[in-house]
């Protein structure tokens, strides 16, 4: 099963960066590849198990599914459970810590999965491609916030 981590500084307080990432159904607001997300079945943001469903590029759905949520610990886990995606049994977790030294943001998303054939293109294609760019384009819509 392969593991994927990628990490990134972001110029921002974690608080404010949290309070991004720990809405659910508000992925489309740092996410560049969705264009559209929404909760299913009337679930709140918070809501362990709720179920989230992103429209990406030419209208293909991914549904995620909400496992922990923890505001103590700036903590999300979620699983991909349905989607046109390269992986199976995809797990992810996004943890938002403070640097004490400056109040900036250290984020840390790693994610488990099971791929079928070789393994490396798509290890790749998840830490650069998704966790890069987004961490990228979170710290992009916090700064622009803080304005």
């Not at 400056?102 to 998840?126: L, Q």
Request: glycine share 6%; aromatic share 10%.
């Amino acid at each position: 099963m392969p593991y994927v981590q990628y990490s990134k500084v972001i110029e921002a307080p974690a608080a404010q960066v949290w309070a991004l990432v720990r809405d659910f159904g508000a992925l489309d607001r740092w996410f560049p590849f969705v264009s559209h997300c929404e909760l299913k079945n009337g679930a709140t943001a918070a809501q362990v198990g709720a179920v989230r469903v992103n429209t990406v590029a030419e209208g293909a759905l991914i549904e995620e599914t909400l496992l922990e949520l923890s505001d103590r610990d700036r903590r999300i886990m979620y699983a991909l459970t349905k989607g046109d995606v390269p992986t199976q049994n995809f797990s992810a977790t996004l943890t938002i810590h403070e640097v004490q030294a400056d109040g900036r943001t250290y984020a840390d998303w790693t994610a488990n999965f099971d791929v079928s054939g070789d393994p490396a293109p798509v290890v790749e294609w998840v830490r650069h491609d998704i966790f890069q760019i987004c961490l990228e384009e979170l710290e992009c819509v916090v700064r622009a916030q803080g304005q």
